[in-house]
T-cell receptor, first 111, second 120 residues
Framework: QKEVEQDPGPLSVPEGAIVSLNCTYSNSAFQYFMWYRQYSRKGPELLMYTYSSGNKEDGRFTAQVDKSSKYISLFIRDSQPSDSATYLCAMRTSGTYKYIFGTGTRLKVLA | DAGVIQSPRHEVTEMGQEVTLRCKPISGHNSLFWYRQTMMRGLELLIYFNNNVPIDDSGMPEDRFSAKMPNASFSTLKIQPSEPRDSAVYFC??????????????????FGPGTRLTVL
């Protein structure tokens, strides 16, 4: 079993839909949780960076961490075709530089 | 502000040739990471530098791979000799590590655009 599991998709939604992207993990010591967006043939771009449990909102994006369930989510409201990309979750324990990445979920928002 | 800069963006070479990938981290960052991304294995950490010193090279696949960081603004990843299975996208990332009272905290990593390597 991988430390971080992420459904590879692809996930296709109509423009304006609310998108939910998720990762599960097995290491209860993870404290820092990140979401990266990666457009085709580009580098990963940091979207959200959260510590421990709870929600964090930035514009149309909300990151949610549920440490009791070992489950993190990224919600995208009013999705746009420009949101079409691969979304990678990443996480690490405190005091370490090592990120554990999910394999990414490919999202396609249809106009 | 300029982000992480990588060159070349694309490299096509023949098996057995030497390949050198280059990276300029974000100014002020003291940690640098080299990653490899493939469809099969996703993003894998190859090597981590802090203050220009290699701290963890456990992800370097084999002796054909080497990395250097001669100064705070430049790093190279070299593959010699290259093989077709080295074909992948190679990313450089940088971040700021802060130390206080003997403990370290690591801020988020920022990635470069990557170098797409094809070994024929």
């Amino acid at each position: 079993q991988k430390e971080v599991e992420q459904d590879p998709g692809p996930l296709s939604v109509p423009e304006g839909a609310i998108v939910s992207l998720n990762c599960t993990y097995s290491n209860s010591a993870f404290q820092y949780f990140m979401w990266y967006r990666q457009y085709s043939r580009k580098g990963p771009e940091l979207l959200m960076y959260t510590y421990s449990s709870g929600n964090k909102e930035d514009g149309r994006f909300t990151a949610q961490v549920d440490k009791s369930s070992k489950y993190i989510s990224l919600f995208i409201r009013d999705s746009q075709p420009s949101d079409s990309a691969t979304y990678l979750c990443a996480m690490r324990t405190s005091g370490t530089y090592k990120y554990i990445f999910g394999t990414g979920t490919r999202l396609k928002v249809l106009a | 502000d300029a982000g992480v800069i990588q060159s070349p963006r694309h490299e096509v070479t023949e098996m057995g040739q030497e390949v050198t990938l280059r990276c300029k981290p974000i100014s002020g960052h003291n940690s640098l990471f080299w990653y490899r991304q493939t469809m099969m294995r996703g993003l894998e950490l190859l090597i981590y530098f802090n203050n220009n010193v290699p701290i963890d090279d456990s992800g370097m696949p084999e002796d054909r791979f080497s990395a250097k960081m001669p100064n705070a603004s430049f790093s190279t990843l070299k593959i010699q000799p290259s093989e077709p299975r080295d074909s992948a996208v190679y990313f450089c990332a940088s971040s700021l590590r802060m130390t206080s009272g003997g403990s370290s905290s690591y801020n988020e990593q920022f990635f470069g655009p990557g170098t797409r390597l094809t070994v024929l």
